[in-house]
């Protein structure tokens, strides 16, 4: 959907997988959305890039943590993160969503790699597990003004 860029109309364009994970790349904090038992939710995280995949830390026993478990050894649950940056007041902005695989990290070797990363959280309290979103697909748009 372009507009014309003479007119100072937005225009929405589409990122390829490249410029999205470039945009994405300095961590921060993103949304992760999955189905709960009681139905869909979206929660906020601070989140780094490691390793081509998606990294963040929440507390054991919390939504994040048993709400993304299977119960089948090795089955993961699909996940959708979603990174934007918005400037209202210019009406641009960027968004990429990242679909894929949430794994619970769960080995000691694995756990401290993933420690190493220095990823720090916002929320008080402890944050001792760490997941990873192995992604399947990366999709991104940009609005920008002509």
């Not at 089955?75 to 794994?103: M, N, Q, T, Y």
């Amino acid at each position: 959907m372009a507009e014309d860029a003479d007119s100072g109309r937005t225009r929405l364009e589409w990122l390829d997988k490249d410029e999205c994970l470039e945009l994405v790349a300095s961590g921060g904090v993103g949304r992760v959305a999955f189905n709960s038992p009681t139905g869909p939710v979206i929660l906020p995280v601070n989140y780094t890039m490691d390793a081509g995949t998606i990294l963040f830390r929440t507390a054991l026993g919390g939504p994040l943590d048993t709400d993304l478990r299977t119960g089948v050894e090795g089955a993961e649950f699909k996940v959708a993160f979603e990174v934007d940056r918005i400037d209202e007041a210019r009406r641009e902005g960027w968004s990429v969503l990242v679909r894929g695989g949430a794994h619970h990290i769960t080995g000691e070797e694995e756990r401290a790699q993933a420690a190493a990363t220095g990823l720090e959280t916002w929320a008080g309290g402890e944050r001792e597990l760490f997941i990873r979103i192995a992604p399947v697909e990366i999709t991104g748009r940009r609005i920008t003004r002509g």
